[in-house]
C-alpha cells in the first residue's frame, strides 16, 4: 500500500537587612512571576520543561492556526476525492411559449357541399408545459487525471502538516529558552545569594576589627565593596529572571503573578551527552521544512501529471428521467414519465498552448522546491554542527568547573585558617572567596550553556518533544547547584 492509499484511507475513515530584603523579594518575584497554569498545573514537584513545552504547543495560536489549515487542505483533498462519484442533480420547470406550431394536411377529398378538399389542422404541443427531471453522471474516462489531482491534494496536506511541526518546534524553541534562562537566573540568584550573606559576615567583621582597631580602613573597604557587586548583580539577576518568566508566562497563556515553581534544574537540563557533529542523509531529510518542501514538490508533480493528462478525451455516462407535461411532443393531453440515456466524448482539441505554459511554470517551480530543500539540508547541517560544538565547549567548561569549585573550596578554608592564625590576610580571604563565587558562576553558565546547546540542535532539527534520556527533558535526578 502506498503512501498516498494510506493517507487516502486515513483521511476516509537593602545591605545588611535591607539588601538581605532585597535579595529575599529577588527570590519571591521569581517564585511569584510565574507561567504555569494556576492551581492543579504546578503540583508538588513543580513544572518540568517538558511540561512547559506541551502546554506552550497545547496553546499556542500559531500552532492552533496550523492546525486549521491542515483541516483546510485535508477538505480540499476530499474534494479532490469527489471526482470520483456521481453527480446527480435535478431541477423542475414550467414554461409558456408560442406561437405552439400547427400541422396543417391537405385530404385532397371533397365533401359533398364542400367548396374544395377537406384539411386537417392540429396544433403540435401545447403553449404550456412543466416537469420534473433529475440527472445522474459519471466520468467514466479521463486517463488518471483525477488520481494525480487526489495525490496532489494529499500533498499539500502532508505539506500542510510538515509546516505545523515547523511552527510547533519554533513554540517549543522558545519555551526552552525561556524556561533555561529563568532557571539560569534563579541559579545566579541563589549562588549570589549565599555569596552575599559571607560577604556581608565578611564585612560586619571587617568593621569590627576596625572599630576595636585591630584592622585598617582597607579591610573594611574591600568588604563593603564586594558586598555592593554582590548586592548589583542579585539585582540584575532578578529582573533579568522577572523578563524570563514573563516570557514563559506568555508562551503558555498565562497572566503574570500565577504561582509556580520549576522543577527541572540546569543539572538536569544539561545534557551529558548529545548528537556530535552534522547528522546524516536521513537526519536531515527528516526535518519539518525539508519534508514541507519535498511534499509540496511532490504535489506539483502531481499537478503536471493532471495537466498533461487534461490534454486527453473524456468520456461521461449520463441517466435522465422527468416526469413532465405533455409527456411528449404531440401527446398534449396527457403527463408523464420519460427518459433518457447517453455518452458524452469531450476533447480540448487545441488549447493554444496553455498547458504546455502551464507545465513549465509547474517544472520551475519544482526545481524551486528542491533547491530550497538542499539549501534547508545544508542550514540544518550548519546549526547542527554548531550546537554540538557549544554542547562539547560547555562539557569541557563544566568538567573543568567542578574542578575549579573544589580547588576554590579548599583556597577559602586555607585562606581563612590564615587569617585565624595570624599569618594571612583578609585581602587573601576576599581573593579567596570571589575566586570561588566565579567558579560557581562559571559552572552554572556552563550547564546553561549545555542544555541551550541542546535546544539549539533540537530547533534545527524541528525536534519538539526531546528525548527523555540524554536529552532535555531528562527525568535522571538532578545535580545540586555548588
Known amino acids: 500500500m502506498t503512501e498516498q492509499d494510506r493517507e487516502r484511507r486515513r483521511r476516509r475513515g537593602a545591605r545588611g537587612r535591607r539588601g538581605a530584603a532585597v535579595a529575599a523579594l529577588g527570590l519571591a518575584a521569581l517564585g511569584a512571576l510565574g507561567a504555569a497554569a494556576p492551581a492543579a498545573d504546578t503540583g508538588e514537584g513543580g513544572v518540568s520543561l517538558a511540561d512547559a513545552v506541551a502546554r506552550a504547543l497545547a496553546r499556542s495560536p500559531a500552532v492552533i492556526a496550523q ?18 462519484l456521481p453527480r446527480v442533480s435535478a431541477s423542475a420547470w414550467y414554461r409558456v411559449s408560442g ?6 394536411f391537405d385530404t385532397g377529398i371533397a365533401l359533398p357541399g364542400a367548396s374544395g378538399p377537406l384539411t386537417i389542422r392540429r396544433e ?22 483525477r488520481d494525480a489531482r487526489i495525490a496532489a491534494a494529499e500533498a499539500l496536506a502532508r505539506a500542510a502538516r510538515a509546516d505545523g511541526a515547523a511552527r510547533a518546534a519554533e513554540i517549543a524553541f522558545a519555551t526552552r529558552a525561556a524556561y533555561l534562562t529563568a532557571r539560569l537566573d534563579d541559579e545566579v540568584v541563589a549562588v549570589t545569594g549565599r555569596a552575599l550573606g559571607a560577604a556581608r559576615a565578611d564585612l560586619e567583621t571587617a568593621e569590627n576589627r576596625r572599630r576595636t582597631g585591630l584592622a585598617g580602613d582597607l579591610p573594611a573597604a574591600a568588604a563593603s565593596s564586594r558586598v555592593a557587586e554582590l ?17 514563559l508566562a506568555l508562551l503558555l497563556g498565562l497572566p503574570p503573578g500565577a504561582p509556580m515553581t520549576l522543577s527541572d534544574d540546569l543539572g538536569a537540563l544539561a545534557p551529558v551527552s548529545a548528537g556530535d557533529g552534522a547528522p546524516g542523509a536521513a537526519g536531515l531529510d527528516e526535518t519539518p521544512t525539508v519534508a514541507r518542501l519535498r511534499a509540496s514538490e511532490a504535489a506539483l508533480a502531481e499537478e503536471d501529471t493532471a495537466r498533461a493528462r487534461s490534454r486527453l478525451p473524456t468520456l461521461d455516462l449520463f441517466v435522465q428521467g422527468a416526469f413532465q407535461y405533455p409527456k411528449t411532443f404531440v401527446e398534449t393531453d396527457e403527463a408523464g414519465v420519460t427518459w ?18 502551464q507545465r513549465e511554470e509547474l517544472a520551475a517551480k519544482r526545481a524551486e522546491l528542491a533547491a530550497l530543500a538542499d539549501a534547508s539540508r545544508e542550514e540544518t547541517a550548519r546549526a547542527v554542527t554548531q550546537a554540538a560544538a557549544q554542547a562539547r565547549t560547555a562539557r569541557a567548561a563544566l568538567a573543568a568547573g567542578e574542578r575549579q569549585v573544589a580547588a576554590a573550596e579548599v583556597y577559602v578554608k586555607a585562606a581563612r585558617g590564615a587569617l585565624a592564625a595570624g599569618t594571612g590576610t583578609d585581602l587573601e580571604v576576599r581573593s579567596a572567596e570571589t575566586a570561588l563565587d566565579q567558579a560557581r558562576l562559571g559552572l552554572v553558565r556552563a550547564r546553561f550553556g549545555a542544555a541551550m546547546a541542546e535546544a ?25 547547584t555548588p
Open 124 to 145: 403540435l404541443g401545447t403553449p404550456h408545459s412543466a416537469g420534473v427531471s433529475a440527472t445522474v453522471g459519471w466520468r467514466a474516462l479521463d486517463f488518471g487525471a
Open 456 to 480: 539549539q540542535r533540537l530547533r534545527a532539527l524541528g525536534v519538539t518533544a526531546a528525548p527523555g534520556r540524554g536529552g532535555m527533558d531528562t527525568t535522571t535526578t538532578p545535580e545540586s
Open 340 to 357: 433518457a440515456a447517453g455518452v458524452s466524448l469531450s476533447w480540448d482539441a487545441f488549447d493554444g498552448g496553455l498547458v504546455s505554459a
Open 67 to 84: 492546525e486549521h489549515a491542515v483541516a483546510a487542505t485535508e477538505a480540499k483533498a476530499a474534494q479532490a476525492e469527489s471526482a470520483w
Open 99 to 104: 406561437p405552439v406550431p400547427e400541422l396543417v
Open 231 to 247: 548586592e548589583a548583580r542579585l539585582a540584575d539577576a532578578t529582573e533579568s529572571g522577572v523578563a524570563a518568566r514573563e516570557a
